[in-house]
């Protein structure tokens, strides 16, 4: 039997562009397909209250655009959220040219429609590891969306519930489900 050569989350730090996303998941390099436009539009209609709340709270930092978050290490694992918030405490200076190494507060996935239910449930089992506490995982097609995170239950919210901070993110305006949708 051949072994196989794990990557770093180094390495993949260190890989050129080429145009492609990649994640990182116990040392084996995961090629992502560029999202389609009802992905990019469902995670920005969730990234603008969040944004609102970072600006107004100054509490917290809203990374987007597949900011690479070091989850794991011996094998590493790096994933790719498509909104990632950090409380601003926690964060080191900037400028921050590494993968951030700390749990977020909350992560946003949005399902792309080739991911399988396989990959979400291993990609929250990872965010559940590092122990993020909030999780939001939002089903476009379905219109609803997951609520999960460290020391939580699992939570199915429709159309017609609402998205709270909870205790991770205080004051943070409530968002109707349906608005993700719009």
Known sequence: MVATRLMTADELAAMPDDGYEYELVRGVLRKMPPPKPEHGEVTGNAALPLLLYARESGLATVFLNDTGVW??????????????????HLLPPKPRTQYLTIPPALIVEVRSRFERLADI????ADYLRAGVPLIWYIFPEMKTVWVDGAARERVVL??????????????????????LFR
């Open 121 to 124: 449930e291993e990609k929250i």
């Open 71 to 88: 989850l794991e290490r011996d094998p590493d694992t790096v994933r790719g959220p498509d909104i990632a918030v950090a409380l601003n």
């Open 158 to 179: 429709g159309e017609a519930d609402i998205l709270d901070g909870s205790e991770v993110l205080p004051g943070l305006t409530p968002i109707p489900v349906a608005d």
